[in-house]
């Protein structure tokens, strides 16, 4: 089992910051993925943003430029920096875990084995 904790989400204007933050405990996933994904009010969960092995990342072109995806592994958590935000960024944004990724897309929801509670961003024009 793998628990999730995210933190960092809230109410902001748009063009500026947030950083969501997901500390991972339980059992090891050195060779899965961990990724932000987001769903809207009536959409789907998209991804947003996954990092894996060593410098591999993915982004959604809708974030690219704009977010960035870090890990720090000596405390197993993840981060998603968030600049430059906009109204149509407004979502419940929900860390994911996946323990292993052989036969998988990085970019899949369905790739994903753990996922946190989710946390809200609201952004405001």
């Known amino acids: 089992q793998v628990q999730l904790l995210e933190s960092g989400g809230g109410q902001v204007q748009a063009g500026e910051s947030l950083r969501l933050s997901c500390a991972a405990s339980g059992r090891p996933f050195s060779s899965g993925a961990m990724a932000w994904f987001r769903q809207a009010p009536g959409k789907e969960r998209d991804i947003v943003a996954a990092?894996?092995?060593?410098?591999?990342?993915y982004y959604a072109d809708s974030v690219k430029g704009r977010f960035t995806i870090s890990g720090d592994n000596a405390k197993n958590t993840v981060y998603l920096q968030m600049n430059s935000l906009k109204p149509e960024d407004t979502a419940v944004y929900y860390c994911a875990v996946s323990i292993s990724l052989y036969g998988k897309s990085p970019v899949h929801v369905h790739t994903y084995d753990y996922w946190g509670q989710g946390t809200q961003v609201t952004v405001s024009s």
């Open positions: 990092k894996w092995s060593v410098g591999s990342t």
